[in-house]
Every structure is written in C-alpha cells, then in structure tokens.
C-alpha cells in the first residue's frame, strides 16, 4: 500500500508513533513496545499451540484421541504464576511512568490557562496574552490549568502522549516538557457533541525557542489598534469563530457575513434591525432574542464582564465590514488568516498605523494600499 | 417474582399427583418454596443495591458539604418523621403476623393483618403527601427549582395547592371502594366485601394521615420553619443582595476554589480578572461556599441547599414508590386471601410479600435518621 | 395428560414430530404467550439477531462516512447520532441479552434436566420487558436521535436536545429484563438441579451464566438508579450530576461504570462459557483444569466489581484512587489467561474435529487472545494516558465484544442449532463464514491500534487526512466482515428452508441436552435423564449420519465405530 510508506514519511515518525515531541514519549513509547513484544511472545505461543494440537490431534482414521490429560496442578500453578509476575511488573513500571506525568516539576513551570468549551480552545498566558492556539518555550516545563465552561472535554496532544480531561467545575492540571520544536496536533478526546471532531488544532500546537516564544507573547499582549481589525482579532481570539462563520453558512450561530444593516426575523416572528443595539444585546445577553432559524443555539454564554464596550465595538466595526465582498474574500479563507498572511495584507498594528496615515497622506509604496480591501471609514 | 413460582398453566405432561398450587415444573412444594423465596431474597438484593446509590451519593454530598446538610436538615418535620417510623414499624408486626396466620390457615387473621398494613401504608402516604406539599409551597426543591429561603416570597404559609391535587386519587378511592362495599353488602358477596372493605378503610386512612400531618405540621411550622429566618444578622444581611443569586452576580472569582482541584497555587495572571471566554461567575455555577466560613445565608442562597432537597426527594420518592408498590402486591394478597387460598402447606406468596415489606420498612428506619435526625 | 398416553401409541418419529416444542402448538398467541423456555428463547434469539442486524448496518455506515475525512455521506450530527444508536443497541439490545437471554434461556432448564426455568412467566415478562424497552430505545433514537454516545455522560446528557429521558427509561426497562433473567437462572441452578448434579458436575456453560447472573442481579440495579437520577437531573436539575448546580460529572461516570464494567463481564462469561462447551465436545475431550475454569468464571465475575475506575483514568481522580483501580485491573486479566490456556490443553491429546463450532471456537481464541492482551497496554497507567479515548481503546473493546461475545454466539447457535432447530447446516458455507468473519475482522480492528497510538481519538466524524489510509483498511474490512456475517446468516437460512433432519447427538455431546430430541419436546424429557460426568465421553460412540453419536453400554461388545463426517448439504 502506498499508503503505509507514506505514514513513515516523516522522520520523525514511526509506525507505530508520532513524533517524540516531550520528555514522557521516550518512557511511554518504549514501555508500549515492551508490552508488545511480551504480547507478541505469548500470542504467538498460544496460537503456535492452538495450530499445532489442531493439526496433531485432528480426527483422523487410525488416530485414537487419549482422554487421560485432564488436569495438572504443576501445569495451572505455572500459567497463573508467570502472568501474575509479568503483570506485576507491567503494573509497577505503568505507575512510574504515571506518576511522572502527574507530578509537575517544583518551581520554574510555565503556566498557562487553559479554557475550553464547544468548541474551540483558549490560552492564557502568563503575561495576560490570549490566543487560540497554543505557543510554548521548547524544554521547559509547561503547566495548564484547564477548565472547561460547558461539558467534557479532553486536552490531547498525540506527540506530547499527554491527556487529560477537562472537567466542568472542577480545575484539572497537567504538565509536559516539550523536547522538540515545530508544529503539533491538539485534539479534542473526550466526545462534546456536534463539532467534536473539529474541536482540534492542526499542527496547532507550536513549540518555538525561547525568543520567538516570547517575541510572539508580547505580539499576542497588543491587539491591533484599528477597530475593524480589533474585531477581527476579537472574533478569532475570543471563541466567537467556534459557533459564527465568515463565509454565510451556518455553525452553530449565525455568520458575520451579511447581516450588518438588515432586517432580520426573531423565533418569535418580530423583525428586527441588526444595528449596534441588537448586537451589544446578542453579546451581553444572549438568551433575549433569538434569530428564527437559530432557536437551538441557545448554548452562548454572556460575555457581559468579558468584553468591554470598546471590544463590543470593535466587533460590530468589523461586522459592518462584513458586507465587503473583498474583505470577506481576505478573511474567509478557509484558516482564517496566518500570521504572515495577515502581515502580508497589512494587517498588523504597523501596517494599520501605517494605513491611517497613509490615507492622509496618499499612502504611496505602503503595504495597505496592496490590501483589495479598505475597511470603510 | 413470587407470583410467576405460583399456579403452573398446566402444559406439563402428567403429574397429576401435584397440588393444584404447585406449579407443574416443580418436583415438589418444598422446591417450589425455596425457589420462591431465593427468588425474593435476589429481588431485595437488587433493591438494596438500587438504594445504594443514593445512599452514596448522600455520603458523598455530606461529606464534601456538611454544612449543606447541617443547615438543610433543619426544614424537615422529624415529628412527622418519627411518626411515619412508627406506622411502618406497626405495619411490619401486622405483616409479620399475617405471615403466621397464612401458616396456620387462619383465614381472618390474615385479612384482618393485611388490612391493617394496607391501613399503616396508607396513614404512611398521607403524612407523606403533608411534608411534600409543605415544602412545595415554601420552595424547598431539588437544586434547580430551590427558592431561596430568605426571600419574603418564601414565607407563604396555609394549605398547598399541591395537597388537593395529590389527595384526588386517595378521594376517588374512597369513592369507588365506598360505592363496591355498599353494593356488596347488598348483594351479599361475602368475598368481596372482604375486599371492599378493608380497601375502603385503606383510602380513608390515607385521610387520617393527611389529618393528622396538617395538625402537626401546623403546630411545628411557626416555630421551626423559619428557623434561618430568625437569626437577626443574616436578615440585615438579607437586604444588601435582595435577588436570587443568578448567573454574573457574585464577583468573587476567588470562590471557585471551594471547588475541588482549584485549592492549589494561585500564582496565575497578573490580569486574573480578565479571565478567559468567560469568567467563572457567567459560566452558570454559582460556587458553593468555603466549609466552615459560610453563613446560613449563603448556604442557602449558594443553591447548595437544593442539593440537600435532591436527595431527599430522590430517596424518599423511590421510597413511597416502593410503597405504592407493595400496597399492590398486598392488595392482590387480600383477594387471594378471602378466596382462602392459603394453607399449611402453600403460604409462599405471603412470606415473599412480607419479607418484601420488611426490606421497605428497614429502608426507611435508615432514611430517616439520615435525613431527619443527623444534624 | 391424557393425550401423552395417545401418543405414545404412535410410532416414534410421528410422536417427536407431534410433541417438538416447535410445533406442539399452533398460532401466534401459543407464541406470544408461551411459558415455555425454549420457545422464550428463539424469540429473543430472533430479536437480539435484529438488533444486532441493525446495529451492524449503523457500524457499516460509520465505516462509510470513514472512508473519507471529510463529511461525506453523513453530517456531524447525523453521525454522531449513528455512533450513539450503534453502541447502545449493540450493548443493550445485543450483547448484554445475546447469549445469557437467547441461548441460555433455551439451554439452562435441558442442561439441568429440568422441565422449565424456576420463574417461567417472570421469563416471559422479562421477554416482553426487553421489547418494550427496545421499542422504548429506537422509538426515542429515531425521534430526534440520541447523540450523547452510549454512555450519557453528563453534563453532555443533561443539556443536549433530543430524547436522553426516553432513552434512560429504556436503559431502565432494559435493567429490569436483565435483572429478572438473571434472578431467573441463579434460582432455576440454585433449586432445580437434578439428583447426582453437584456443583462441580455441572457443564461450565452453567457455571458461566452463574456468574453472569450473579452480575446481573448484583449491577444492573445500581445502573437503573443512575439513569433515573440523570432523567431526574435532566427533568428536576437535582444537581447530583450536573455542574451548573453544584453537582460533578465524574460522580455520574463512577456510578456509570460500577455497572458498565461488571457489564463487559456479562458480556464476555457467556461468550467463555460456550468456548469452554465447544472446545470440550469438538475435541472430544474432557475439559482440562474443569475446576480451574470454574473458578476462574466466578473470580472474574467478582473481580469484575472492583475495577470500574480505569475507565476513568484520565478523569482527574486522585492519583492513589487512579494507581489501586490500575493494580486491581490487572488481577482480571490472571483469570481470563488461565481461561485461554485450559481451552488450549484441553486439545491435547484429544480429537479434534474442526466442525464449524470448532472453527468459530478457535477464532474465538484467536481473536480474544489479542483483545485480552491490548487490555495490558490499557491497565498500566503510563500507556492509558495517550491512547485512552482513542481507536486503541476501540479496537481493544471491539476484539472483546466482538471477536469474543460475537463469534463465541455465533459458534454457539451452529453448535445448538440442530437441537434447537432440528436441522444440520451446510458445514462448507459453516466454515466459509468463520473464515470470512475471522478475515474480515482483523482487518477491520489491526488498523485501528495502529491510528489509536498515532493519536486518532475516538467518535470523530472528521478526522486529520493523514489518517484515512488506516481508515480505509478499516472501512474494507467492516464490508467484508459484515458479508462474512450475511453468509452465516444464509447458512441458518438455507438450513431452516433445506437441511437434513439432526440427529440428537450430531457431535457427540455428554451434557443433558444432547439426550433428548432434536429439537427437544416441549417437556424436555419424558424420563429424568441419566445424570453423568458432562465431560465424559467414552461411552459415546459415532454410528452414522442419521443416528450420530449413541451411549452404548460399557459392557457391550466394542462396535466398529464409523468416522464422524458430518453430512453436507
């Protein structure tokens, strides 16, 4: 099969495993393949024997079966006692390693917040900084403190060979020292219902040196300064994109896409001006007014005391943006924006800055003026 | 269980040496016995274990929140319960007499004991239904629907609603079994009446407990009921938060940690209050708080106390659906007592039935410690 | 009665065809309310094939919607109300009722040479509660659809649209049918057993549904309480399971799984103790050990009590909690290897005949074999971590449930299928089935312990595209496994409609149902039947197709034996 060289096609892969990427795969990858060659061992004696005794003793003209073997103790004694010992033994070094994994290191860890909830995941780090996906140091200790807002949900990175629930009500911590710097899969492992299976981060997980880490903290620290890209930023950052697309279709709730300044239907059959009232009510308080077609998307939380008036802002900046064919082209595609792309574009606080001078100015040579898009004044 | 031991359908092959009672796969009546009551002891067995797990999730609660069950455990009547111990433990000795006189054939004896259980359930429910319907009215729900007990609206007094609705049934009993007695009499249908009867008085002392419920409720209520009420500083308390505590009210963030896990460091973010998505007090738990440094006010408002009331209703609920149940099978014992049916040799329906009885009452005799006297 | 002594006038073919409990009585309701033990359990033999029918179209569709990342056949929603409806019937419709309900019913009272089980309407009542609990269960699925997998873990259960009430009260009903099973067969083994059957002389298939139904008393009712609190949670909010009012969702799994994993063992102990039957008969040998299996049966069920928490090791329990579950997991496993190597033994020396149930009952070994071995990977803590929650874990349970529970039932309905039915099967197409289901199976599961360490998680309707290669091979294998099952399913269908008359011993069987007609009349046995050692073979000896195999006395002259070759047809 083309397929299973392909598997291997990373380096930094085995067949059997994903890359090394923290200081528990060494122990829990060669603690699995010494179960498996125990498991090999045995099966293949059981099934060696199970063949043998089938060909030997099958019924046969001239071959008369002797019932006499019925039981032996010596024999019983030794298949319970070998197993019990090699359990034993698996049980022990399964519960170092365990205990590894729950016992972060004293002192010099780096915290961060973990939230979750349907579904998307949000990071805190310890300077404030809030992102989506996740950036750590590489060979230092992390440590999350994760809680989740809704149901259960589980932190899964397979390179970390680290998982832990995320329990509502309760604070689960869990600790990993990446050993490996690059991009790694975050999963969602414990089932949450429709876009379970989307609740994941794609190479999401980046484990940077020490610098970039902390370059790109303080990036994280300073949202952009123009409001329609503080919306933007808000949208991606603050777990709106889990439930409201940008491209018109329907998640959970409805897009931004197109919405700004039109009328639109309630469930309780009003009709409704989609203006900056509905919209600071949609966010403050959810559980008001429900657009007819969305009554089921009665799951979004207040965001009263999280999002400041001025972000509010910000967003229906953005929304109002939404209705721009170019825009939406720029942040519809299908990852949103990468960090480059989002520079390549001008979107960034320079660029933005620059972008606001420039139009004074005639923005000769300047990045923004690249941007298909303007955001309208 | 005991009925399928009883009466064969006769598709068996021969045998017609067996007693008409003994069911045709048996050997014997001695097997047919034992069979029966194996039979009912693995039934109680699954009705122990059925009861465990609220007996569990009652240890648990209590030991995590003792506070909780300290101050919830005050609003329940324990006059009324211990009333409610007392009937049921008369009903087992009429049980347990029935039994005995199923044994020796005595045909009125058995009647008679198994109306007076009958009777001793009914008296049992009337009660039953006064505490509930108290509570109702004074919003003393399960965790979701609690009121709080500090609200003015909490004090509402006199007799519930609910208690009309729930004594519809028992009335429509008094009714029909009144009506088939009378026409027994008249008919002179000697069995039936012996059925009739005793099920009449069964509806009417449902009545009497009713009766004497609201009698002792009424006196209690004044003086214990407002038992969080009377405490002057909370009440002054009282008015700095009027409401309800309901989602985004409470700023202290700090509580979460009562919760279990959230105990540990705390060296979190300069900016802890501009907490993720959703800070803790929007996400809809209302944070029960620290052991110890609570007021019954907080107790009572942190939803804490519903969790009190869950339990409650959940292990007293299954526990007079387990009444009502027996109440059945004794009904049908009734029937098949008048048509003397029971002898020497063939009691096992009444023996299944009592030990069945016994298990519910010795439910009880734990629930209402528990409940009602622990403090 | 008296029409027994018209009969016996009759010659003896026309009295069987007249007094088989198949046809003793005529029409629906002799059916539908019957007594009898036998007919009780082809009914649920036909119903647990149904759900299992369904519940397997549900698998194939799953493996469908795998063949590509991305959605295509299905949306998230709908598939993951497939993977719910999937779990729940095969667990509660399928594997818990499947061997205990439909062939232990039908087995335990001839094993014990007894005329019926101890309850008979409590039977029948438990019958009729199974339907309606299955009626319960599809009516609420098909409603709006249940998609909160089969385990209902809160707070997921308590908020989700859709019928979690409806479905609950079924899982309730479902319970009560078990439990009531269950009592049946402790009482009817307990009382009913014959003069000269001690405990340490009863078939092991009897000792295996002891067990079981000594789990099935004893757990069940610990999972009505739970699904009624969580409709409680759900209706009332009682805040026992649910955080929003102060309860804690890792409550609800604890009490979940004190039922759930006990039930993993009413899963497996029947499906052991029919391999215990099979591998005896077929190699024409007493069982190796007999009191070791026995035991290992009840410390199984016993064990099986005490380990619920490690399905719960990522759960955030305390570490000391997490590492006692871990230690005791492990003491399951001792049993179970003492299980599999007695059946091994037990061929040693013997003859073996690799009859279709022998066939079934070595892929049985086979596949349980690898089931009970990635059990390790998944007790030591260590190794659970990563790939708890993932397809290791689903392949792992699906070697159990279904390389096990199924293909021991399987090798039990063609074992037991003359006596029930009466008549032979196609052994070719037999044995062509189990290849295709042995075939078909591991290539199905063997992936997936592959893309569960890679780290695929488990109830995904989209997954990352580096993992469909695995996935296809997967999705090939369930198609080939599920037409591996259709031909098993024309085998007994082409018996019914054409096969040859069975004997009453067609494999030369020693416990008390092969002394009576195939199938049995519908009181079992005219005369109590000799009770002897179910293992011993010896004076069993084979004449021909027709007669199978005969007691012959002990002192009669040695007869030339003709060679057992069951009849093709």
Known sequence: MRSLTNLLGDINETFWFPPKASSFAEETDSFFMAIMWISVVFFVLIVAAMVYFVMKFRRRPGYRGDSSALHSNTLEITWTVIPTIIVIWIFARGVYGYMDMMTPPAGDTIDINVTAQKWDWQFQYPNGAISDELFIPNERNIRLRMRSIDVLHAFYVPSFRAKSDVVPGRVTTMWFRPIMEGDFDLFCAEYCGDKHSEMIKKQGVHVLDMESYETKLAELAKPPSHPVYHGYWLYKNRGCKACHSLDGKKIVGPSFQGSWGET?????????????????????????????????????PSFEGQLSLEEVMSLTAFMKEMKNEAFIKLVSDEDGLTPEEAKSYGISDEAVAAKDEGSESGGKGDPANEMPAEPNK | ???????????????????????????????????????????????????????????????????????ASQFLNSTLGAINTGVLLFSSLTMAWGVRCAQLRQRTGLVVSLAATLGCASIFLGVKAIEYTHKWELGLLPAGTYESQFLPAAAHHGISQWLYVLSAIPAACVLGFGIWYAMTIAKGEKENSEVAGPLLVTALCYFAGVGLGLFLESGEAHGEDHGPGTHSEEHIDGHEHPGNVHEGEEGDPGHKDAHEGGGEEHSMLPGEAKVVFVSAETDGMKPLPKPGAATDKEIDQSGGAGLFFSIYYCMTGVHAVHILAGMGVLTWLLVRATRDHFNEQYFGPVDYVGLYWHIVDLIWIYLFPLLYLIK | MSEIADLSALPQEEREARENFLFNTKGFLSWALTLDHKRIGLMYLVGVMSAFFIAGML???IRLELMTPTNTYLSNAQYNQVFTLHGAIMVFLFIIPSVPAALGNFLVPVMLGAKDVAFPRLNLSSFYLWVSGAVFFLAAMLYTGLDTGWTFYTPYSTTTQGPVVAATMGVFILGFSSIFTGLNFIVTINTMRPPGMEWFKMPLFLWATYATSIIQVLATPVLGITVLLLAAERILHIGIFDPAYNGDPVTYQHFFWFYSHPAVYIMILPGMGIISELMSVHSHKSIFGYRFVAYSSVAIALFGFLVWGHHMFTSGMANVTTIIFSALTFTVSIPSAIKVFNWLATMYKGTVQLNTPMCYALNFIFLFTIGGLTGLWLGALSTDRPLHDTYFVVAHFHYVMVGGTLVGFLGGVFHWWPKMTGKMFSETWGKISCLLVFLGFNLTFLPQFVLGSRGMPRRYAQYVAEFQELHQMSSYGAFLLGF???????????????????????????TLEWQCTSPPPYYNFLEPPTVNDPYNYKPLAYRD????????????????QSEPEPAQS
């Not at chain 2, 021969?14 to 029966?36: T, V």
């Not at chain 3, 024309?490 to 040859?500: N, R």
């Not at chain 3, 197709?545 to 030339?560: I, L, M, S």
Request: charged letters at 20%; glycine letters at 10%; proline letters at 6%.
């Open chain 1, 264 to 300: 639109v239907q309630l469930s309780t059959g009003e009709s409704i001006a989609f203006d900056d009232q509905y919209v600071q009510e949609s966010i403050y308080k959810p559980q008001a007014k429900f657009r007819s077609g969305y009554e089921k998307a009665s799951q979004m």
């Open chain 2, 1 to 71: 269980m005991s009925e399928a031991a009883v009466h064969g359908d006769g598709h068996g092959h021969d045998d017609h040496d067996h007693p008409a009672f003994l069911a045709h796969h048996f050997d014997d009546p001695e097997q047919q016995y034992d069979s029966g009551k194996l039979g009912m002891w693995l039934f109680l067995v699954t009705e122990i274990l059925f009861f465990s797990g609220m007996f569990c999730a009652y240890a648990l609660y209590r030991s995590i929140h003792p506070e909780v069950w300290t101050f």
């Open chain 3, 59 to 61: 698998a194939l569709l």
């Open chain 3, 484 to 510: 591996g099952l259709f031909v098993a399913l024309g085998v007994f269908i082409h018996s019914l409609m054409a096969g040859k008359k069975a004997p009453p011993n067609p494999w030369g069987g020693a």
């Open chain 3, 545 to 560: 197709g027709d007669r199978g195999w005969e007691y012959v006395h002990p002192e009669a002259p040695e007869v030339p």
